[in-house]
């Protein structure tokens, strides 16, 4: 949210009326400023540095003021004699890291005990900008860089540098500086991101924000049920038969009906950050610095809010009317879902009836082909049979004739010598006589089955 005009016009009086006024407030402010030998070379946070104050920056006389003077006797044990520097106004600088954003005021210290060197430095900021300083150089809350420790406790950042125990250094100090700021600083615990909230800082001004909740203006439909998807299988295209078969080809395919998509239903509020007045600033507040609260236009920033609850009820109103166009859509979607679901049904139904004919006809086809190769099969064996048949009974009609041709043997032919158990010579002699019938002879042979006929052509007359 950008600047007020109020406060650009306040600003530029401000500046033009008061230039002489910082001018000669920072040469008294310098005149005040004690001299110090510096025991080492200082590689601390820069607080020392005075620049040119803030417009609406009044240092002098504020509770930071008299808060840094009070850190002069509240600093415990080995500070209090060191010497002390307290600045109007002064970048921060860690390292090779100096911050855009200006201290108001500070203080500065340095001593030196057996042989090592610390610094203790402590800044304020304006309202709200310490944060922002912090995250220039790393960390909002915490920096540990280059040696040195910063902390940020609401406005305040405070950083040391010592060669013995840095972590003590910084309790102590943080301790001095808590106690510095109890009961006077508005918000303490402060959270980095205040920064928007000062006119000052070095961004856009946005001012104090709150969260305000916008519900659309026209009536959001209220829920209903949307029943669920029909259950259906999906259709399984059985495969052809072999040819012939009938009917000659399956329904065409109809696609398995999607269940359409729900509407979701539209947000019922939301939550807009609008501005508010903001008498006591961010942080340790405007007081605290010295600041000037920025002028509040009531009217403007009024103007400016309605516009943007108006820009989310319009967008909320949208999407209750984008949401009810959605729910006629589905509406008609649901009917030509359902539509499809009959049309899917009856396809099932369609296939599932040209499967049921083909199924009957594949499987006649199926037992045609059996018989047919039991009967061919049977052939075979007959054929076989008839074959070693015949084969048999010619040996057994040679065999015969071999009997009938074969002499007589004489009496002498059993003695040779006198010998009386003579032994034929097995390779002189042939089968017996007369030969022994084949079984095979007096065998039927086996029976075929019957011949199958195919199965009948299922297609129609016309169709053939």
């Not at 850190?71 to 911050?99: F, I, N, Q």
């Not at 909230?197 to 001004?205: A, C, L, M, S, V």
Request: charged share 30%.
């Amino acid at each position: 949210m950008r600047h007020p005009e109020e406060l650009r016009n306040k600003l530029i009086l401000m500046i033009s009326a008061g230039l002489g006024l910082m001018f000669l407030l920072l040469v008294s402010v310098s005149l005040l400023i004690p001299s110090y030998s510096d025991p080492g070379a200082d590689d601390t946070p820069d607080l020392t540095v005075k620049t040119k104050p803030r417009p609406g920056v009044n240092p002098s006389g504020t509770p930071a003021q008299a808060f840094v003077k009070s850190l002069r006797s509240t600093l415990p044990g080995e500070w209090a004699g060191a010497p002390v520097r307290e600045d109007l106004v002064a970048p921060v600088r860690v390292g090779d890291c100096k911050t855009t954003v200006i201290a108001t005021t500070g203080l500065s210290r340095t001593w030196k005990k057996k042989g090592s060197v610390s610094r203790l430095k402590v800044a304020v900021f304006p309202a709200g900008l310490a944060g922002q300083a912090m995250s220039e150089c790393g960390h909002p809350d915490v920096v540990d860089r280059d040696g040195i420790k910063m902390r940020r406790f609401s406005d305040v950042v405070v950083a040391v540098s010592t060669e013995s125990d840095p972590e003590r250094l910084m309790q102590e100090a943080a301790k001095a500086v808590v106690a510095g700021l109890s009961g006077q600083c508005y918000d303490p615990a402060a959270p980095p991101d205040q920064a928007t909230r000062n006119p000052y800082h070095h961004g856009e001004f946005v001012g104090l924000l709150e969260p305000r909740e916008v519900k659309p203006s026209v009536t959001v439909p209220a829920p209903r049920a949307y029943g669920e998807p029909v259950p259906l299988e999906r259709v399984r295209r059985p495969k052809r038969p072999d040819f012939p078969f009938y009917p000659a080809a399956l329904p065409e395919k109809v696609k398995l009906p999607d269940y359409p998509a729900v509407p979701q239903r539209p947000e019922t509020k939301k939550t807009v950050q609008i501005q508010v007045d903001d008498p006591a600033g961010p942080g340790c507040g405007w007081a605290f610095t010295g600041l000037s609260k920025p002028v509040f236009s009531a009217a403007k920033v009024k103007e400016e809010n309605d516009r943007l609850i108006k820009e989310t009820r319009d967008s909320l109103d949208d999407g209750v009317s984008a949401f009810v166009a959605a729910e006629k859509e589905w509406d008609k979607a649901h009917g030509e879902y359902l539509a499809t679901v009959e049309r899917y049904r009856a396809y099932a139904e369609e296939v599932s009836a040209v499967a049921v004919q083909w199924d009957a006809q594949r499987e006649a086809q199926i037992r045609y082909r059996r018989a047919l190769r039991r009967y061919n099969q049977g052939l075979d064996a007959k054929r076989e049979f008839e074959d070693t048949q015949r084969r048999a009974e010619a040996r057994f009609n040679e065999e015969m004739k071999a009997c009938k041709d074969e002499p007589e043997p004489s009496p002498t032919d059993d003695h040779d010598n006198g010998d009386e158990h003579h032994t034929p010579d097995p390779e002189m002699t042939g089968p017996p006589c007369p030969p022994e019938r084949p079984k095979i002879l007096d065998e039927a042979a086996p029976q075929v089955p019957v011949k199958p006929s195919p199965p009948p052509d299922p297609r129609p007359e016309g169709e053939r």
